[in-house]
């Protein structure tokens, strides 16, 4: 059930705050100084983003550091500031003309709650809210900042590609940014 939803999946959505980081904010006399991201997670993002998998990022917090990353890593759909995620998620679908079965979306609160209801594979992180747990299709054994976008690249690539084959034509050069064929 899980490898059949993983292949259909065209597009996957990552909330920031407890995803794609610990979930901890720091801020200073000038507001948020900083944000820690994983590196093992953008090489995920990267990995979809080479095989024709969109990525899109729906997140309630904006800061500089976030916008940094976004932009480091060609994240195309990028929606900081946002506190209506489901309106995110409809005008991504109409955008890129999927339907809801077509998308993963890959949360840890219960502000994610509206679209993991209706995507297609729904990803909690492994401490994500227990709410949000029982909604998922999916929980990543990582827990969030570590490494849960790689984790669930792998998911979604192993599920649409011989992932062993994948990987090995990466690692010997023949991926030049150009999409990579099944």
């Known amino acids: 059930m899980l490898i059949n939803k993983a292949k259909q999946i065209k597009l996957v ?3 920031v705050d407890g995803v794609l980081t610990d979930g901890m904010l720091n801020y ?8 820690q991201f994983n590196v093992k997670d953008g090489v995920g ?19 500089k550091p976030l916008q940094q990353r976004m ?3 060609s994240v195309r759909y990028f929606y900081p500031g946002c ?18 079965e077509q998308v993963a979306y890959v949360g840890d609160d219960v ?3 509206p679209v993991m209801d209706q995507v297609g594979l729904a990803i909690a992180v492994q401490d994500a809210h ?15 900042g570590q490494g849960v976008a790689r984790e669930v690249a792998d998911l979604i690539l192993d599920a649409q590609f011989d992932l062993e084959k994948l990987y090995n034509k990466m690692a010997q050069g023949h991926s030049d940014g150009a999409e990579v064929q099944p």
């Open 83 to 100: 506190n209506n995620k489901n309106k995110a998620f409809t005008e991504l679908l109409t955008m890129l003309s999927l339907n809801a």
């Open 130 to 144: 227990s709410f949000v747990k029982k909604k998922a299709d999916y929980i990543t054994l990582a827990p969030g």
């Open 111 to 113: 502000i994610d709650l």
């Open 45 to 63: 993002i990267k990995l979809l983003q080479q095989c024709a998998i969109d990525v899109a990022v729906i997140t309630a917090k904006d800061s």
């Open 28 to 35: 200073g006399a000038e507001g948020e100084l900083f944000k």
């Open 13 to 15: 959505i990552f909330d």
């Open 71 to 73: 932009n480091d890593l």
